[in-house]
């Protein structure tokens, strides 16, 4: 590869890390909208003037009693690449392979997802219930996946165990079930985006359909799996919690003692 493509790949990674809501402010406020209009006066002061306002409005962003994207504006668009750009390149293989194609250092390729994550886990821990917060993200991401609910299986198939995980955390981190879901929506609950559905090409009795859940700060570690199967006499239901970016957040977590 020459060195002009190669300064090229590497303008390209920029450009795109360059777009992370850790970096720029009219990405952030992209990526956690919709809010009220006073929540995001409060977080974003900058944007508490009639020029600011023009800028956002031109991008498509809608300033009501609600601040929201607009459908199919250039707002919309930058916030749903900016899912996609998290997930690239919180990807370790394909970080390396930028790397050896630039011929620099695995370190030299940004992370967006974990640059992000960083700053969305120092918030939270700066919150009254900071270390709950912690714990409980901790005891998350030791899992890869959750077994949410399961219909028409035998009683020697893995029972589901997303309550029991759930009633465990209420137990370890002495929190009422208020304080749980408070929990629950800062760090793995949230608005589900319909990512695709499999269906099985010799039968359509059985089908799986992916859901992304986006938490309140965008950390957006569960991938909802709902996969259903039909016979002439039974059907079977099989919803699981895949979680995800887990080394990264798992890494990130160690800072906090």
């Known amino acids: 590869m020459s060195e002009r493509v190669k300064k090229h790949l590497i303008n390209l990674v920029n450009a795109l890390t360059n777009l992370s809501p850790s970096r720029n402010i009219l990405t952030q406020l992209i990526?956690?909208?919709?809010?009220?209009?006073?929540?995001?006066?409060?977080?974003?002061?900058?944007i508490v003037?009639?020029?600011?306002?023009?800028?956002?409005?031109?991008?498509?962003?809608?300033?009501?009693?609600?601040?929201k994207t607009k459908a199919d504006s250039f707002a919309e668009t930058i916030h749903m690449h900016l899912h996609r750009i998290f997930d690239l390149l919180d990807d370790e293989e394909v970080r390396s392979n930028l790397a050896v194609l630039a011929d620099t250092h695995i370190d030299?390729?940004?992370n967006p997802y974990a640059?992000?994550?960083e700053l969305v886990l120092r918030k939270l821990s700066e919150r009254p219930n900071g270390k709950k917060i912690i714990e409980f993200l901790k005891m998350v991401v030791e899992r890869e996946s959750?077994?949410?609910?399961?219909?028409g299986y035998s009683k020697k198939v893995t029972r589901p165990d997303w309550q029991l995980f759930l009633d465990e955390a209420k137990r370890k981190l002495k929190v009422s079930p208020a304080e749980l879901e408070e929990l629950l929506r800062l760090t793995v609950k949230g608005k589900s985006e319909f990512l695709g559905r499999y269906i099985n090409k010799y039968t359509a009795r059985f089908k799986t359909e992916y859901y992304l859940l986006h938490t309140e700060y965008c950390l957006d570690l569960i991938l909802s799996e709902r996969s259903e199967s039909y016979g002439l006499s039974h059907?079977?239901?099989?919803?699981?919690?895949r979680v995800r970016h887990r080394d990264t957040i798992r890494r990130i977590l160690k800072v906090f003692v």
């Not at 059907?235 to 919690?241: E, K, M, V």
């Open 115 to 117: 640059e992000w994550a």
């Open 108 to 110: 030299s390729i940004p």
């Open 31 to 46: 990526l956690l909208l919709p809010r009220d209009r006073a929540t995001i006066n409060r977080s974003f002061p900058e």
């Open 235 to 241: 059907r079977q239901l099989d919803h699981r919690y």
């Open 146 to 151: 959750f077994t949410v609910k399961k219909e």
């Open 49 to 67: 003037s009639p020029v600011a306002e023009d800028i956002l409005k031109s991008l498509g962003i809608e300033i009501e009693d609600t601040v």
